[in-house]
Structure formats: structure tokens, C-alpha cells
């Protein structure tokens, strides 16, 4: 059996956004080969307006994308612990890079599409609820740069581990094994 990237959608007109959702999709991500799991609470891949709690841990590699044709805004809030947060321009330079923390001074992200970005957690268990632009399609929905690594692909985790070297850099942190 392999584990989803995406669990089940609720049904009906009302979802409560409850302790036992953010622990559920926490739990998946802790077996998901990717280390990270989305819940959905929109109820079908065609709605205008996908909103989602994203559980992932310390080790998951996302990809450094945008979402640009079609054009999608998307926010973030961190609900439980912290993001290394990026943010890049076309030709792969680091523009910004800081730590997004629940409760902290910093605590979400506002995108404008287009703009080149990703993020790591910086604790286990971490979990972000974000809202982005519908509807989803596979095969548009993320355009992938050159300049970075895909997912699962061998580069990844030396490119990650230059992310959190730079991060620690910027934030005067301890970088983070991975």
C-alpha cells in the first residue's frame, strides 16, 4: 500500500477544523515516504479555493516552485512549530530566507503567483494550514525551476542541506542535519 500525498477530503457542507484532523494528517506524515501529508478541506480538486493543513516533518524535501500558469496566490499560517521559509529570483539566488514560527513575530506568508519559494520545518510535527487558488491540476499546478533539484532525485538532499547551511547563516542558528 502506498501512502497518499493527499488524505481524504471531508463531505458535507461544514468541516470543523479540529485537534483530531491536524493529529490525523500528522500521523500520516510521519509514515508517508515523503514526509509530509496534506489534508484537504475542500471537497473536490476543481473548487476555486483549496484550502489544506500541510503536516511535515524535519526531512521532507519540497521542491523550490512557483505557480504561475495559472497564476495562484496562495497564504500560509503556521498552526504547530516552524518553517525555514525561501524565497528565490529566476536565476536561483536566495532573495529572502527567514523562519516562520507559530505564535512567533513572524507566523504566515502572504504569495503573490510567481514567486519562486520553499520551505523545510524546522521541528517535528509541524503543521501549516494554507488557503491557494483553485482549481488543482497535477500538471500545472507547480512550474519546477532548473536551478533546484526535484523531489527524490539524488541532488536533493545535498541541496537541501545547502538550504538549511544558509539558513543557519542568515539566522545565526545551528543548520540542521538532514
Partial sequence: MTTPRALSAP???????????????????????????????HRSE?????????????????PPHRHLHPPKAESWIVLRGALAFFTFDDQ????????????????????????????????????VYEVKDGPYSPTTDKAFPEWAPRESTPEASA?????????????????TPR
Fill in 46 to 62: 476543481s473548487a476555486t479555493l483549496h484550502r489544506m493543513f500541510n503536516a511535515v516533518q524535519p526531512d521532507s524535501y519540497v
Fill in 92 to 127: 536561483g539566488a536566495i532573495h529572502e530566507c527567514l523562519e516562520v514560527r507559530a505564535g512567533g513575530e513572524i507566523f504566515g506568508v502572504d504569495l503573490e503567483p510567481g514567486v519562486y519559494h520553499t520551505f523545510f520545518a524546522l521541528e517535528p510535527d509541524t503543521v
Fill in 159 to 175: 541541496y537541501r542541506a545547502k538550504l538549511a547551511a544558509e539558513f543557519a547563516r542568515r539566522t545565526q542558528t545551528k543548520p
Fill in 11 to 41: 463531505s458535507g457542507p461544514v468541516c470543523w477544523l479540529s485537534k483530531d484532523l491536524l493529529e490525523g494528517a500528522i500521523a500520516a506524515s510521519h509514515s508517508s515516504p515523503r514526509r509530509r501529508v496534506i489534508q484537504p478541506f
